[in-house]
């Protein structure tokens, strides 16, 4: 499995982002995919992710409202709509991928078994 990030940078508050993350080699008919990101000093947090199987999407109180995650099935390639960014949201975003479940909606990271390289999302006040 390969997960490839991109579309991360530097951004002021209140600006906008789009992250991509192209997945190939998927082991699974159905799957979860989704972000999680990482500030130093923290634990990786489930930002947002979405099952295969039924299209549901979830995401962290944080950012909804802000955040819009999207799936271009063909492409098996996923999207982070992140809108009124703030200083907070400033963090390594990784993509990850694991077989879809009734508990993905927890977002806890042992349920993805593969992860991106990550991707630097700077937001400056």
């Known amino acids: 499995v390969q997960l490839v990030e991109s579309g991360g940078g530097l951004v002021q508050a209140g600006g906008s982002l789009r992250l991509s993350c192209a997945a190939s080699?998927?082991?699974?008919?159905?799957?979860?995919i989704g972000w999680f990101r990482q500030s130093p000093g923290k634990e990786r947090e489930g930002v947002s992710c979405l099952g295969t199987s039924d299209g549901a999407k979830f995401y962290a109180d944080s950012v909804k409202g802000r955040f819009t995650i999207s799936i271009d099935t063909a492409q098996n390639t996923i999207y982070l709509d992140m809108s009124s960014l703030k200083p907070e949201d400033t963090a390594v975003y990784y993509c990850?991928?694991?077989?879809?479940?009734?508990?993905?909606?927890?977002?806890?990271?042992?349920?993805?078994?593969?992860w991106g390289q990550g991707t630097q999302v700077t937001v400056s006040s």
């Open positions: 080699g998927i082991p699974f008919d159905d799957y979860a």
């Open positions: 990850a991928l694991g077989e879809d479940s009734a508990t993905i909606a927890t977002m806890w990271s042992g349920l993805f078994d593969y």
